[in-house]
Nanobody, 124 residues
Framework: QLQLVESGGGLVHPGGSLRLSCVVS????????IGWFRQAPGKEREGVSC????????NYADSVKGRFTISRDNAKNTVYLQMNSLEPEDTAVYYC?????????????????WGQGTQVTVSS
């Protein structure tokens, strides 16, 4: 059964950090680019970051550049999103998704598989 499971969300103060994990099962992570997306209440889902199948290429939304870092450990079937200097505007449900391609091209409408999401709340 193909599955992506996110974890690591929670409540954090502004300026704090969280590390999200996305554990995949049922398919070979090596063949997939993985993206992190988020959806805030009342807003559309948006791309946050994407990493190629090898991990050699990454990209980020302008709003998170310099604060978030995506990485992957294919041996552990896990992709991470390290989030630093969190801001209230980062509050959202964060999803990971997989696309069967080697390139770091994560487009919402093209992703093959999605996780259920993990809530991140940044508040004082």
């Amino acid at each position: 059964q193909l599955q992506l499971v996110e974890s690591g969300g929670g409540l954090v103060h502004p300026g704090g950090s969280l590390r999200l994990s996305c554990v995949v099962s049922g398919f070979t992570l090596d063949d997939y680019a993985i993206g992190w997306f988020r959806q805030a209440p009342g807003k559309e889902r948006e791309g946050v970051s994407c990493i190629s199948s090898s991990g050699g290429s990454t990209n980020y939304a302008d709003s998170v550049k310099g604060r978030f870092t995506i990485s992957r450990d294919n041996a552990k079937n896990t992709v991470y999103l390290q989030m630093n200097s969190l801001e209230p505007e980062d509050t959202a449900v964060y999803y990971c998704a997989a696309l069967h391609t080697s390139q770091a091209m994560c487009v919402i409408s093209l992703m093959d598989y999605w996780g259920q999401g993990t809530q991140v709340t940044v508040s004082s």
